[in-house]
């Protein structure tokens, strides 16, 4: 180690190490991050952003308002993902939650799992 005392030696060998992982995670797809942007572009493909954005109510709520509300439901992802596909109403109020048949089952999933992890800025 270049000019550090032999203590911290150690603390920049964690510190590589971490990087390495991080971006081996990045790199396979598997980071927090690429998740989030992933999903961000299903739903952009899939035209979800028509009626829902991550923060404001459009059409229907925000995402981080459906992540507070099913927070505590141990099912939401997989209620989420049957409604991303076959559609509802009454949750969020009159307007009815079209169905979205050319979401598969796996994208639906993918959706509800990003949807769950969101957290208020």
Excluded at 19 to 39: D, K, R, T, V
Excluded at 77 to 101: C, E, F, Q, T, Y
Excluded at 105 to 115: A, D, R
């Amino acid at each position: 180690m270049k000019n550090r005392p032999p203590a911290l030696a150690p603390i920049g060998q964690a510190r590589r190490g971490l990087s390495f992982i991080f971006c081996l995670l990045a790199c396979l797809g598997l980071s927090p991050w690429a998740h989030a942007q992933g999903a961000m572009e299903l739903a952009k493909t899939r035209h979800c952003l028509s009626c829902h954005a991550v923060d404001k109510k459009v059409v229907g709520p925000s995402y981080l308002d459906v992540a507070i509300k099913y927070s505590k439901d141990p099912l939401a992802k997989d209620r989420l993902a049957h409604k991303i596909i076959h559609g509802g109403s009454g949750s969020w109020g009159v307007i009815p939650m079209p169905a979205n048949p050319q979401v598969s089952v796996e994208e639906s999933k993918t959706l509800s799992t990003w949807i769950l992890q969101l957290k208020a800025p």
